[in-house]
């Protein structure tokens, strides 16, 4: 999965924190979580940064300060 490029599992029911092993995929240049109101904000720094480094990306938790 190291290889993996396109993670979109954007409105799928993803519930509870995202692993930090997610930053292992340094392939994936695509990043979709948003659309899970089950996944458990704020992400790990790790995660986070991982994810900034993606080149297209939605940070699932971005609406989190809205509520």
């Keep these: ?4 490029e396109r993670i979109d599992l954007m409105d ?3 519930q509870g924190k995202l692993p930090d092993s997610l930053a292992q ?7 979709y979580f948003d659309g899970n ?4 904000c704020p ?13 297209y990306h ?4 971005a609406n989190e300060s809205a509520l």
């Design 25 to 31: 995929l340094t392939n994936a240049n695509t990043v």
């Design 58 to 61: 939605a940070n699932p938790c």
């Design 1 to 4: 999965m190291t290889s993996l």
């Design 43 to 55: 992400l790990s720094d790790k995660v986070s940064e991982w994810l900034a480094g993606v080149q």
């Design 37 to 40: 109101d089950g996944l458990e």
């Design 12 to 14: 799928n029911g993803v």
